[in-house]
């Protein structure tokens, strides 16, 4: 079995608006029956777009869910055959239970209205 790795970028406990501003990075493993095997937390030296594309590769990311990405690095993962879900927005907990459960995709909002559903 294959573990797969999913990176979302931090603001606080929500994912990044924007993959470029990122300060810190959620890496989390997870096993092919859906099972999260593992979390790390990173604290990134600096916001750099470049940097966390290249952080992406050398822990051999299988998917990206991030806010808003700029085109170039977007395509510059997606040649390197990572999976980026973008535009999304809401906690990273909620990104990532959505993700477990099949039904994240790009341009979810994920925050909680006034009636308390997700």
Not at 99 to 104: D, M, V
Request: hydrophobic share 45%; with cysteine.
């Amino acid at each position: 079995m294959r573990t797969k790795k999913i990176l979302i970028p931090l603001f606080r406990d929500e994912v990044a608006p924007r993959f470029d501003l990122a300060g810190e990075a959620l890496i989390v493993a997870v096993s092919e029956d859906g099972t999260v095997e593992g979390r790390q937390n990173l604290v990134l030296p600096n916001a750099s777009a470049d940097d966390l594309c290249d952080l992406v590769l050398a822990r051999d990311i299988d998917t990206v869910i991030c806010g808003g990405i700029e085109e170039e690095y977007y395509h510059y993962l997606r040649w390197k055959r990572v999976d980026v879900l973008d535009a999304v927005a809401g906690t990273a907990e909620a990104a990532l239970t959505r993700f477990l459960a099949g039904r994240l995709k790009s341009g979810d909002m994920l925050f909680t209205g006034g009636d308390g559903r997700v």
